[in-house]
């Protein structure tokens, strides 16, 4: 059996999420290198990709102020239990480029937004760019298969985030108790503003970008 190794610039030892449950399982691990994503072809897949993701921070944000001043911090964690996801697909199906929209991070929340291995791979990127002294870049786009080309755009924390996303014992007592109840393995808190905390993901058809 053989894996595409992701056409991106991130270094070899980001393959070994890909590799390791291979080896395991086979005995082995066999890449086949995808080709390496061109300029023009990044520049196409942002082209289709910014517009999405825009869409998609503006409904949420929208919808996230929304429900705190309804009901302060503890109505913004029961809105993005019940209705970030499902916003999410709606902004996606409402778009004019079909493409797949994400969110994800180490640091999840909510388990339907677990990283796959190419998002560890690009999570793993932006941790290490954002720590190198030319920082981290805008963007980021991958080849993951023939099929398929990923946008990825970095999402950093806010002061407003702080509310449900800060340190554990600061947090309103509320908040902290529907945190509890909603989401038992919680991983997302401990954040001072600026940090970074995840991606919002583009999942582009590769037939919709044609070779550099």
Same mark, same amino acid.
């Given at each position: 059996?053989?894996? &595409?190794?992701?056409?991106? $610039?991130?270094p070899s030892?980001?393959? /070994?999420?890909? +590799?390791?449950?291979?080896?395991?399982?086979? *005995?082995? +691990?066999q890449t086949?290198?995808?080709?390496?994503?061109?300029?023009?072809?990044?520049?196409?897949?942002? =082209?289709?990709?910014?517009?999405?993701?825009?869409?998609? =921070?503006?409904?949420?944000?929208?919808?996230?102020?929304?429900?705190?001043?309804?009901?302060?911090?503890?109505?913004?964690?029961?809105? +993005?239990?019940? #209705?970030?996801?499902?916003?999410?697909?709606?902004?996606?199906? *409402?778009?004019?480029?079909?493409?797949? /929209?994400?969110?994800?991070?180490?640091?999840?929340?909510?388990?339907?937004?677990?990283?796959?291995? @190419?998002?560890? /791979?690009?999570?793993?990127? %932006?941790?290490?760019?954002?720590? $190198? &002294?030319?920082?981290?870049?805008?963007?980021?786009? =991958?080849?993951?298969?023939?099929?398929?080309?990923?946008?990825?755009?970095?999402?950093?924390?806010?002061?407003?985030? /702080? =509310? +449900?996303?800060? #340190? &554990?014992?600061?947090?309103?007592?509320?908040?902290? @108790?529907?945190?509890?109840?909603?989401y038992p *393995? #919680?991983?997302?808190?401990?954040?001072? @503003?600026?940090? %970074?905390?995840?991606?919002?993901?583009? $999942?582009? &058809?590769? @037939?919709?970008?044609?070779?550099?």
């Amino acid at each position: 059996m053989s894996t &595409p190794e992701l056409a991106t $610039s991130v270094p070899s030892r980001y393959f /070994l999420g890909v +590799c390791v449950p291979i080896l395991f399982l086979f *005995g082995g +691990c066999q890449t086949e290198t995808l080709p390496e994503v061109t300029a023009e072809e990044g520049a196409l897949v942002a =082209q289709m990709a910014e517009p999405a993701v825009a869409e998609l =921070q503006r409904t949420l944000v929208g919808r996230l102020t929304a429900a705190i001043d309804e009901g302060g911090a503890a109505g913004a964690v029961e809105f +993005c239990s019940l #209705d970030a996801i499902p916003l999410t697909r709606l902004v996606e199906a *409402g778009l004019e480029e079909k493409v797949g /929209l994400k969110r994800t991070s180490f640091r999840i929340r909510n388990l339907d937004n677990a990283p796959d291995e @190419a998002e560890v /791979l690009a999570l793993r990127y %932006f941790e290490d760019a954002i720590l $190198s &002294p030319e920082g981290a870049p805008a963007h980021y786009v =991958q080849r993951v298969s023939e099929e398929e080309m990923r946008y990825y755009k970095p999402l950093y924390v806010a002061e407003f985030c /702080l =509310q +449900c996303h800060g #340190d &554990p014992e600061a947090l309103d007592p509320e908040v902290r @108790a529907k945190l509890e109840a909603t989401y038992p *393995g #919680d991983l997302a808190t401990g954040y001072r @503003a600026g940090d %970074f905390r995840g991606l919002v993901r583009v $999942s582009v &058809p590769a @037939a919709l970008v044609p070779e550099g």
